[in-house]
């Protein structure tokens, strides 16, 4: 009488890493090939305008453009002149289509995008979310009228950070979804108004 074999468990396999996500591929979630494209290229477009093409644009003078324009333009008219120019009519088409929707979504969006550093336990646990879970923070614990809140926002930001050493005090998942609301809504309104200029994207 033979013995049965012992079965030997098999071992758990390791997850597969994931990308970074960005930020409008978070929001809209493409499905196709060409979304991804389009996604990629809201996200570089908002990323250049709030960190760069805003102020060059109050100078008339935007002489870098997003990598997605960059390239396209490289590939047609290699010049100076043709970069400046094109710089100029995209950061004009841009803040065209954030002023022409709803201002609570234009705050988002220039919360998400502008260049800012965040305590690292508040970035390591949202990621590019934090700007506006600090604003989501900020809105419930109120502060004393000040002209301005930058500082306001850092000490919301260094306080909330504080609180997620203790799992208990800081709702994530909450906060997280909401802040992924926000931004999801803020993007599509933005992309809703960009597809009327879509030749203005250069996305084909």
């Known amino acids: 009488m033979t013995k049965a074999k012992k079965a030997v468990p098999t071992p758990p396999r390791a997850p597969t890493p994931t990308p970074p996500t960005r930020r409008s ?3 809209l979630r493409p499905a196709t090939p060409l979304e991804v494209i389009v996604s990629r290229a809201l996200d570089q477009e ?3 305008y709030f960190a760069y093409a805003e102020a060059a644009l109050h100078r008339a003078s935007v002489g870098i453009l997003p990598s997605y324009a960059a390239v396209r333009v490289l590939a047609t008219e290699p010049t100076d002149e043709a970069c400046r120019a094109r710089g100029l009519e995209l950061a004009r088409t841009v803040c065209g289509c954030l002023h022409g929707i709803r201002s609570r979504h234009a705050s988002v969006l220039r919360a998400a995008y502008s ?3 965040w305590p690292k336990g508040l970035e390591s646990t949202f990621e590019s979310l934090a700007p506006i ?3 989501l923070a900020f809105a ?3 502060w ?3 002209s301005g809140h930058l500082g306001l926002e850092e000490a919301a930001a ?3 950070s504080a609180a997620l050493q203790d799992p208990a005090k800081v709702k994530v998942a909450h906060l997280r979804a909401q802040a992924q609301r926000l931004l999801g809504g803020a993007i599509v309104a933005y992309a809703t108004a960009r597809a009327l200029k879509a ?3 250069g996305v084909q």
Request: aromatic share 8%; proline share 17%; net charge neutral.
């Open 144 to 146: 004393p009228e000040r």
């Open 158 to 160: 260094w306080r909330l």
């Open 199 to 201: 030749p203005a994207l």
């Open 140 to 142: 419930e614990d109120p």
């Open 46 to 48: 908002l990323e250049w």
């Open 133 to 135: 879970v600090v604003r």
């Open 25 to 27: 591929d978070a929001a």
């Open 115 to 117: 260049p800012r550093r």
